[in-house]
């Protein structure tokens, strides 16, 4: 067997450097072009990685990384794991992932602690795994064809199966991973890497003898390439004696967010990940070396902590950020360059490194009254309907507009004109709804470019960049700001265009705000404060915007935390800390609200059933939350959920319609689960990603269905 390259990393930015995918794909599902074009963008775009990773000098490079849409929904597919309801389908893979008009998407939730959302891949014991490896054996060979040999990378067989729920199928599909290891050894393959972020959290016994079991299984097969089992996300723990007892030549360990191993893995290669993929940091050379030199193994690859999947292509293109700052910061080319430095053992000088400097401890809320009150009081104010329907905040958003806040940017529309405009939006988007019977309306957000951005652009202590786009899912990406100071608001931020929107209608309009805990989650956040510290700064900004949105008048405040349950540690162990000053730091951020102001938050598409005793603790009188997608899963869980909830009953991030028996159905079960009292209806989530022409077909059927059950409650 050939020694593992001595530098390599676990992946790498898909999207293209100037998002060339996302064009891509859209065109495609929008019929303006076909599949063999969007399939020369891919192919493009992989030649372009290996070419510029081999060019950088990375001696180990990976394969099967790039996805049309996801790597679970690949491995779903490379397994044959297609629900039937889809086999019939034009094209079952973007059926799975988006849906068509007849069929609706399987459900898509964040993958462990990050902002990247997974296809969840549906399997029963009906299931029929059949390998289909011509994903992972293409790309060996297009490799090959151009010179370069590669390392394919596939979702491991625990990770995929506990990510579905079914372990219990895991003899039938490691058949499959053995049929694939012969494949790729007769194409001459010498190593694949079988990714296991599930093994850093909490595994029970079970789980782990799965691990044992599933890895003697596969390092007993005849002919094989080498296996790399990669983990990341945080420590092995238990996970990694279990592993280093198995057959397996190398382990993949995060030494950023976990500790050097104390394992003796003599006969083992570790790849050892010590330049964090996750933020945009340069890497302290010393730091990383002392980590290599902890590591008690008969040989050490140098790599990145996990796929840089989650990081920007290139910071040299980010010529307008201020060069002091830009002189700390490195995205994917230049980890990949840290990697191969540190490989050569090349001394760095320190760049990014100061004392943590702790802020004053979390403050308590004040100035809102217990729930009961404040319901009583909103309820005599807003005197809204039973069943009151809303929308998240975002309406879509045009090209028109998107194309005048560019030229704002590049000066060739002055600001004055680029605000009538946004004005006009507005108008156009209260009198949509005031048409179809929305109850409670919101001025769909046509001045915003993202939902975090937007309030780092007005915030001090943060940088954005031009170019510095992620994929979020599919052709979703963002471009996460940089927060790199200490965090204040100069002046209002949404007050001008909530009041404006008010001003334009009698019933009530949210002000719209994102908080805190989720502005610096969705972020590359500062690494010299704790990021509690970090997320408190950020709440006082957002109780500022929240006290000058009441002045002006706003009757209903929504401050979204999708980003709370991402950011939830792994580890059970360091959760409850977590949820503690996650939850203060929300209600510091809605606690200069009046009683009779009611405070909506928001959250969705990240298993939010599992601390939903956090999101009732923070407190906040309407909880819209994710359900369509999932399936109403949420519904199981909020017996005890002590306030407003607004279970979605629109999937946003699929262009199907659902018809009004469908909306009606899911709010029947909405009814069987909490009092009426407390019920909302609302979408999954903003409307930004869709169509006016969508979102006014589904939005009436909504409507229709609302009135349908209110005319029964009132008989």
Excluded at 5 to 16: E, N
Excluded at 28 to 48: C, F, H, K, N, Q
Excluded at 107 to 124: A, C, L, S
Excluded at 125 to 135: C, E, N, W
Aim: proline share 6%; hydrophobic share 45%.
């Amino acid at each position: 067997m050939s020694p593992f390259p001595k530098s390599t990393v676990l992946g790498y930015p898909r999207i293209g450097p100037r998002r060339e995918l996302k064009r891509a794909l859209e065109s495609y599902w929008d019929g303006r072009s076909t599949r063999a074009e969007l399939d020369r963008v891919g192919a493009a775009i992989r030649e372009r990685t290996w070419r510029r990773l081999a060019e950088l000098g990375l001696e180990g490079l990976p394969s099967n990384t790039f996805s049309l849409y996801d790597q679970v929904l690949d491995t779903a597919m490379l397994l044959g794991a297609v629900p039937e309801r889809y086999r019939a389908a034009e094209d079952p893979y973007f059926a799975m992932a988006r849906g068509t008009q007849g069929l609706a998407p399987l459900r898509m939730t964040k993958w462990f602690d990050t902002n990247y959302h997974y296809i969840v891949p549906e399997i029963g014991p009906d299931t029929v795994f059949k390998l289909d490896a011509g994903k992972p054996l293409g790309e060996v060979r297009e490799a090959r064809a151009l010179g370069f040999e590669t390392r394919p990378v596939v979702v491991g067989p625990v990770t995929f199966l506990l990510l579905a729920s079914a372990l219990e199928r895991l003899d039938d599909v490691l058949s499959c991973y053995e049929e694939l290891l012969g494949a790729l050894a007769a194409e001459g393959i010498a190593w694949v890497q079988l990714d296991e972020p599930a093994l850093a959290q909490d595994r029970t016994p079970e789980e782990l003898a799965a691990v044992r079991a599933a890895y003697e299984r596969l390092g007993a097969v005849g002919s094989r390439p080498g296996l790399f089992v990669a983990s990341y996300f945080g420590d092995l723990g238990e996970a990694l004696p279990v592993l280093a007892r198995t057959p397996v030549e190398a382990i993949g360990v995060d030494l950023v967010r976990g500790g050097v191993p104390v394992t003796d893995l003599t006969g083992k290669t570790v790849v050892a990940g010590v330049v964090s993929g996750r933020d945009v940091w340069r890497t302290s050379a010393e730091r990383a070396l002392a980590a290599l030199a902890g590591v008690r193994a008969s040989r050490v690859t140098v790599s990145t902590s996990c796929s840089l999947l989650h990081v920007p292509y290139d910071v040299a293109a980010e010529t307008e950020l201020d060069p002091a700052l830009r002189a700390r910061l490195a995205f994917a080319e230049q980890k990949v360059a840290e990697v191969v430095a540190l490989a050569a053992a090349e001394r760095r000088e320190t760049v990014f490194e100061g004392p943590s400097v702790p802020l004053a401890g979390p403050v308590a809320a004040e100035g809102r009254g217990p729930y009961a009150v404040r319901a009583a009081a909103q309820a005599e104010h807003l005197r809204l309907p039973a069943l009151p329907i809303t929308t998240i905040g975002s309406f879509p958003q045009t090209g028109e507009l998107r194309a005048a806040r560019a030229a704002v940017a590049a000066g060739t529309l002055a600001r004055e004109e680029y605000e009538r405009r946004v004005e006009a939006e507005i108008e156009h988007v209260i009198r949509v709804q005031e048409r179809l019977g929305l109850d409670v309306l919101v001025h769909g957000e046509p001045e915003r470019n993202d939902m975090v951005q937007y309030f780092a652009e007005h915030l001090d202590g943060f940088a954005v960049t031009r170019n510095g786009w992620v994929q979020s899912y599919g052709s979703r990406c963002t471009r996460p700001p940089i927060l790199h100071g200490d965090v204040g608001r100069p002046e209002p931020i949404t007050v001008r265009w909530a009041a404006y929107a008010q001003s334009l209608t009698d019933k009530p309009v949210k002000g719209m705000l994102t908080g805190p805990v989720t502005i610096v989650a969705w972020s590359f956040r500062r690494d010299d404060l704790p990021l509690r510290d970090v997320v408190f700064q950020v709440a006082e900004a957002i109780r500022e915007e929240v006290r000058d949105l009441e002045a002006a008048g706003v009757s209903i405040i929504q401050v979204d935390e999708p980003a709370l349950r991402e950011l939830l540690p792994l580890r059970r162990a360091a959760q409850d800390d977590y949820l503690e000053w996650a939850v203060a730091a929300y209600r510091r951020a809605t606690s200069g609200a009046s009683d009779r102001t009611q405070i909506h938050t928001h959250l969705c598409y990240s298993d939010a059933g599992e601390i939903l005793a956090a999101i009732d603790g923070l407190d906040a009188d309407v909880t819209t939350i994710e359900s369509a997608r999932s399936g109403a899963r949420i519904l199981g869980a909020v017996e005890t959920f002590g306030r407003g909830l607004g279970p979605g009953v629109y999937d946003i991030h699929s262009p199907r319609v659902p018809g009004p028996e469908e909306v009606e159905e899911l709010l029947r079960r909405a009814l069987r689960a909490l009092p009426v009292e407390r019920i909302w209806v609302n979408p999954d989530c903003g409307l930004k990603t869709r169509t006016y022409e969508q979102v006014e077909a589904a939005l009436a059927n909504v409507v229709t269905a609302t009135r349908k059950l209110r005319a029964e409650l009132q008989a």
